[in-house]
């Protein structure tokens, strides 16, 4: 569980990030007011809908009797698959979900750190010759690194922690799938409401809130010999 817990938030934070990236620098590129505001407006509204919704979303998509993805393979040949008797393709739904749910709202911190770029170093860049891939590279990556690191310690202070409401209702404890979707949050939980095991859930949540603490410590006392001034404290 710590394990699972760790690897999906390392996967989620650099995803996120880059993904978060990538599309604030696509977003302040675009032209076309109208289609920005709309575009941005659409990135952003799955952050929120409720996991309980993208769980009934979820079952329409995937489900083994209704789903539309079952239906489409099913047309071509293809026998339906129960993506809750497998775990295997766990990992990659948790992530696309994860992503589709959040990468509109880190999305938005990124682009007001690229609207704040000074506005006349593209100018010089223009005049230099530099087209838009290298005052990308040059200018709006390099600016946002600060921006990045913080987001990235922030994040780094919550790795042992995940987003219960999404693997709780995605999961909904199914035991098959247990193995590869469990985290520290989901057992805290069963042990406290299904076992009614208090001791274990308050050592498991102690345990939980020291390794985020002594991850954050050794992740900022890193980054303060790399670069002191992109450190929290």
Known sequence: MTRNTLLYNIVFIFLGM???VAFA???NELTNKVFKKIFQSFMFLPYFISWVVVQAIFQAIFGF???IFNHIIEFFGAERIN?????DGWPVLLVFFKMWKIVGYDCIVYLAAVAGIDQGMYEAASIDGANIWQRIRHITLPSLIPTMVIMGLLAVGQIFRGDFGMFYQLVQNNAVILKAADILDTFIYRSLMQTNDYGMSSAAGLYQSCLCFVTILIVNK?????EPDYTLF
Not at 83 to 87: G, K, T
Not at 222 to 226: D, L, M, R, S, W
């Open 222 to 226: 890193i980054v303060k010999i790399i």
């Open 18 to 20: 880059l993904l978060a």
């Open 65 to 67: 009797e209704y789903g």
């Open 83 to 87: 993506f809750y008797a497998s775990p």
């Open 25 to 27: 620098i696509m977003i």
